[in-house]
Each structure stands twice: as structure tokens, then as C-alpha cells.
């Protein structure tokens, strides 16, 4: 179990910690200066890190869900055991949602027209990988 909490906690530190760089370090800069190639960049450089972080947290997530919750029980709301793992649900199927939305209709139609577009999924983005670390921790209280 230790084990597990470690690799998720790495995966979250990536992925939320990558994308508060993003949203408060690049993003400012390439809105003012209209330039894409900045937000390009670092994605080039972070998704070979930054997906496989969400990959782990996934894995992990789930592994860790059945141990606390198991998944007869996934279906109910009766503890706030429940409310946080559907919470967790609904933030990874929404973070998906999001890149699916960036990778198909946004980055193809990529300039410096549209880059307002992908600011709102990139803040949208850091939202929710700070939502899944706060969950995360109310989740992990309450088992103390």
C-alpha cells in the first residue's frame, strides 16, 4: 500500500506541479508576447513526463480505489468515501475530456487567434489536477 501511495503521490507532484508551471509560468508570457511556440515548447518537453504521470496516478488511483472501496460498493453514495472516489471519477473523465477536446480541435487549428482557446483548457486543466490533489488528500484524511 505504501507502495502505491508513493507512485500516485510522484504521478500527482508531476502532473498538477507541470501544469501550475504551465498555467502560472508559460502562459502569462505567451499571452502577452502572442506566442504559441512557448506553450509548444514546453508541451513537447513535459507530455514525455506529464502523461505517463496521469498513466501512473490512473493505475494507481484505481488500484488504490478497490482497496479502500471495493468495486461492488464503487455504485453507492453512502459514505463520503464514495462522494470522493465519484468526485475522482469525474475529474480524470473531465481531464480526458479536455485533452481530447485540445488534441482533436484546438491544437490542429493552433495561432495566435486561438491560443485564448487553449489558455481556458490549460487553466481549465491546472484546476483540475489541483481538484484531484485536494480530493485526493480529503480522501486519505479520512481513512487516519
Do not use: C
Not at 90 to 116: D, E, W
Amino acid at each position: 500500500m505504501k507502495w502505491l501511495v508513493l507512485f500516485h503521490v510522484l504521478g500527482a507532484t508531476v502532473w498538477a506541479g507541470g501544469h501550475l508551471i504551465l498555467s502560472i509560468g508559460f502562459l502569462p508570457e505567451a499571452l502577452k508576447a502572442k506566442d504559441i511556440s512557448i506553450i509548444l515548447n514546453f508541451e513537447k518537453r513535459y507530455e514525455r513526463i506529464g502523461i505517463p504521470a496521469l498513466g501512473v496516478q490512473v493505475i494507481t488511483g484505481i488500484w488504490m480505489a478497490l482497496l479502500f472501496v471495493p468495486f461492488q460498493n464503487w455504485w453507492h453514495v453512502s459514505t463520503s468515501h464514495h462522494i470522493l472516489l465519484w468526485i475522482k471519477l469525474g475529474l480524470l473523465v473531465s481531464t480526458i475530456g479536455l485533452a481530447i477536446h485540445a488534441r482533436f480541435f484546438i491544437i490542429p487549428k493552433l495561432n495566435v487567434n486561438t491560443l485564448s482557446s487553449l489558455a481556458f483548457h490549460i487553466t481549465l486543466v491546472t484546476v483540475l489536477a489541483v481538484g484531484f490533489v485536494l480530493t485526493g488528500l480529503s480522501f486519505r484524511y479520512l481513512y487516519l
